[in-house]
């Protein structure tokens, strides 16, 4: 068999597979953003009943009611927020945390990286559950708190079902992903370095900020994406955790999809959602490259 | 260790603690004598019974458990072809139509397929969850067998073609025992990833195939009763047995090194 016929083989049935799962469905949505609907929602068929240029035509108006209202562009901001100050609070978490494994003995690291991973692998809705449970009405913990607040004559403010909820569920979910691209990086760091600023004169402070965190940066870079672009997109978490007016973009998008059906619109929601998670990656990745030259 | 200030100790242990007390709760009132997940009353396998009449939740259960096989089975095939194929050659195409659907929100892999699926006339149901999740799952598996591979050492092929094997007899023989772990690795992973799968399946499964994950939903947006509790229990059990099997076959591979 000659090496071009085994090249193909090999990487023929992968390559086809992720075209007509991934490519193609990608590409159709692209096509959709652009069709009409359907009578009875979804996309206009493309054979059938209706007029010739609902059928064959292609359209600009779900892209025209996308930057009329100011609705839609005000929900992108909204969930734009939501993934900074999640992707914020995950790195003020992360990284004591990965500071703390990339310095602890040899034996014990591959243990405390394995226990940072390990609630990953349980059920996404089981972590956003026990959420439920802990910022619920009757649990321990929100009477602790509003009795807090009570002792400073605050009113008592309802946990679940608010920003704070989702805020606490996007950040406990995604949490790994920001710790381990630290841990990758912290872990390579020479001593040698620290021990060097220390014979200079610095201080612990002046030896993290001057000279830890600097070289930590294309690992923050990378948890930041990590946790940044999924975010932007998540829509069960405020879905479980958020109230009636705490809906993202990706609540809207899944509105759309099923219970409007109106796909066209809805692909044009998705669509800005893929340029601006396909821009954010390019400008991490872009951002990493340049802090190496 | 002499580096490590207390405070750094102190923050990294609160944060172990905010990873597992959420967890650790929800086992502990799956036990709770209780219909509210407030406070503990006593110690009951209540709900366990409850879990193990709701016809519902076992349906869901079976399909999930088969969804989960037939994906592990196909899409370590397949990533298992595609990381030899991303070690072994220069390409172009595959490593991105691989990595993509891993970075990207799932919410949008779950919308084109559902608009895929529809226009090509498939109704949703086991099949279309099926061919999503192998999908999805293709990437995760490829990234492992890859590393695998990078491990390997390429002189104990070179010595077997040396000797008379044939490429395939060098692969099959040489490559493919050494690499074992990490497609043994990368199916259970395979496997965790498409019963715990909850966006993708909210899209693309039809009324009659309701997942684990899916009826999990429905629970709690409709009527929370220590039966999510304990079926969460269960399900935390499965999962970490697998990953206890994933880390003893290759270490690293559950960190998607």
Same mark, same amino acid.
């Given at each position: 068999?000659?090496?071009?016929?085994? *090249?193909w &083989?090999?990487?023929?049935?992968p390559?086809?597979? &992720?075209?007509? /799962? /991934?490519?193609?469905p990608t590409?159709?949505?692209v096509?959709?953003?652009?069709?009409?609907?359907? %009578? &009875?929602?979804?996309?206009?068929?493309?054979?059938g009943?209706?007029t010739?240029d609902?059928?064959a035509?292609?359209t600009? %108006?779900? =892209?025209?009611r996308?930057f009329e209202?100011?609705?839609y562009?005000?929900?992108? !901001?909204?969930?734009?927020?939501? #993934?900074?100050v999640t992707?914020? &609070?995950?790195?003020?978490?992360? =990284?004591?945390?990965?500071?703390?494994?990339?310095?602890?003995? *040899?034996?014990w690291?591959e243990? !405390?990286?394995l226990?940072?991973?390990?609630?990953?692998?349980?059920? /996404?809705l089981i972590?956003? =559950?026990?959420?439920?449970?802990?910022?619920?009405?009757?649990?321990?913990?929100?009477?602790?708190?509003?009795g807090?607040?009570?002792?400073? +004559?605050? %009113?008592?403010?309802?946990?679940?079902?608010?920003?704070i909820?989702?805020?606490?569920?996007?950040?406990?979910?995604?949490?790994? /992903?920001m710790?381990?691209?630290?841990?990758?990086?912290l %872990? *390579?760091?020479?001593?040698a370095l620290?021990? #060097?600023?220390?014979?200079? +004169?610095?201080?612990?402070?002046?030896?993290?900020?001057?000279?830890?965190?600097p070289?930590?940066?294309?690992?923050? =870079?990378?948890?930041?994406?990590?946790?940044?672009?999924?975010?932007?997109?998540?829509?069960?978490?405020?879905?479980?955790?958020g +109230?009636?007016?705490?809906?993202?973009?990706?609540?809207?998008? *899944?509105?759309?999809?099923?219970?409007?059906?109106?796909?066209?619109f809805?692909?044009?929601?998705?669509?800005v959602?893929?340029?601006l998670?396909?821009?954010?990656? +390019?400008?991490?990745?872009?951002? #990493?490259?340049?802090?190496r030259? | 260790?002499?580096?490590?200030s207390?405070?750094?100790?102190?923050?990294?242990?609160?944060?172990?603690?905010?990873?597992y007390?959420?967890?650790?709760?929800?086992?502990?009132?799956?036990?709770?004598?209780?219909?509210?997940?407030?406070?503990?009353?006593?110690?009951?396998?209540?709900?366990?019974?409850?879990l193990?009449?709701?016809?519902?939740?076992?349906e869901?259960?079976?399909?999930?458990?088969?969804i989960g096989l037939?994906?592990?089975?196909?899409s370590?095939?397949?990533? $298992?072809?595609?990381?030899?194929?991303?070690?072994r050659y220069?390409?172009?195409?595959?490593?991105v139509?691989?990595? $993509?659907p891993?970075?990207?929100?799932?919410?949008?892999?779950?919308?084109?397929?559902?608009?895929?699926? @529809?226009?090509?006339?498939?109704?949703?149901?086991?099949?279309?969850?099926v061919l999503?999740?192998?999908?999805?799952?293709?990437?995760?598996?490829?990234?492992?067998?890859r590393?695998r591979?990078?491990?390997?050492?390429?002189s104990?092929?070179?010595?077997?073609?040396?000797?008379?094997?044939?490429?395939?007899?060098?692969?099959r023989?040489?490559?493919?025992?050494?690499?074992?772990?990490?497609? @043994?690795?990368?199916?259970?992973?395979?496997?965790?990833?498409s019963?715990?799968?909850f966006?993708i $399946?909210?899209?693309?499964?039809?009324?009659?195939?309701?997942?684990?994950?899916?009826?999990?939903?429905?629970?709690?947006?409709?009527a929370?009763?220590?039966e @999510?509790?304990?079926?969460?229990?269960?399900l935390?059990?499965?999962t970490?047995?697998l990953?206890?099997?994933?880390t003893?076959?290759?270490?690293?591979?559950?960190?998607?090194?």
């Amino acid at each position: 068999m000659s090496p071009r016929a085994q *090249k193909w &083989l090999i990487s023929g049935p992968p390559l086809g597979y &992720l075209l007509v /799962f /991934f490519a193609i469905p990608t590409f159709i949505m692209v096509l959709a953003s652009f069709r009409y609907v359907g %009578e &009875l929602g979804g996309l206009a068929p493309l054979v059938g009943s209706g007029t010739p240029d609902e059928l064959a035509g292609l359209t600009l %108006e779900s =892209y025209q009611r996308f930057f009329e209202d100011t609705i839609y562009l005000e929900l992108f !901001l909204k969930s734009f927020l939501y #993934a900074t100050v999640t992707t914020l &609070l995950c790195l003020a978490v992360a =990284y004591p945390l990965a500071l703390m494994i990339a310095r602890s003995d *040899k034996r014990w690291r591959e243990l !405390l990286v394995l226990l940072v991973i390990l609630p990953f692998w349980s059920n /996404f809705l089981i972590r956003v =559950y026990a959420w439920m449970i802990i910022l619920g009405p009757q649990s321990g913990f929100a009477r602790a708190v509003n009795g807090v607040l009570g002792t400073f +004559g605050a %009113e008592p403010i309802p946990l679940l079902f608010s920003p704070i909820a989702v805020i606490i569920g996007l950040v406990y979910v995604h949490l790994p /992903f920001m710790v381990l691209p630290l841990y990758v990086n912290l %872990e *390579k760091h020479d001593p040698a370095l620290l021990d #060097a600023a220390q014979d200079l +004169g610095a201080k612990a402070w002046q030896r993290f900020w001057r000279v830890t965190f600097p070289l930590s940066l294309p690992g923050v =870079y990378a948890g930041a994406a990590l946790v940044f672009i999924p975010a932007l997109g998540i829509f069960a978490i405020p879905d479980i955790l958020g +109230g009636t007016d705490g809906i993202l973009i990706g609540n809207v998008i *899944k509105q759309q999809f099923l219970d409007a059906r109106d796909w066209p619109f809805g692909s044009v929601l998705s669509m800005v959602l893929t340029v601006l998670a396909i821009g954010f990656a +390019g400008l991490a990745a872009w951002v #990493a490259r340049r802090q190496r030259l | 260790m002499k580096r490590s200030s207390w405070w750094l100790y102190t923050a990294g242990i609160a944060a172990y603690l905010f990873l597992y007390l959420p967890l650790v709760i929800v086992v502990v009132f799956s036990f709770n004598d209780s219909r509210l997940n407030a406070e503990w009353v006593g110690f009951t396998w209540h709900w366990y019974g409850v879990l193990f009449n709701d016809d519902q939740m076992i349906e869901a259960a079976w399909n999930s458990l088969l969804i989960g096989l037939v994906t592990s089975f196909i899409s370590t095939v397949l990533g $298992t072809l595609a990381g030899y194929a991303m070690y072994r050659y220069r390409l172009r195409l595959l490593p991105v139509l691989v990595l $993509t659907p891993i970075a990207i929100p799932e919410i949008l892999m779950g919308v084109s397929l559902l608009i895929f699926f @529809v226009m090509i006339n498939l109704t949703l149901g086991m099949v279309s969850i099926v061919l999503s999740h192998i999908a999805f799952c293709i990437g995760f598996v490829a990234i492992v067998v890859r590393s695998r591979l990078t491990g390997l050492d390429e002189s104990l092929t070179e010595a077997a073609r040396d000797l008379g094997a044939t490429p395939w007899e060098a692969f099959r023989l040489v490559t493919l025992p050494l690499i074992m772990p990490g497609i @043994v690795a990368g199916a259970l992973m395979a496997f965790t990833l498409s019963i715990d799968d909850f966006v993708i $399946t909210f899209f693309t499964a039809g009324p009659d195939s309701v997942t684990l994950p899916l009826q999990i939903y429905s629970m709690i947006k409709i009527a929370v009763t220590p039966e @999510v509790n304990a079926v969460s229990t269960l399900l935390m059990l499965l999962t970490l047995v697998l990953i206890v099997i994933a880390t003893r076959l290759a270490p690293g591979a559950v960190r998607g090194e």
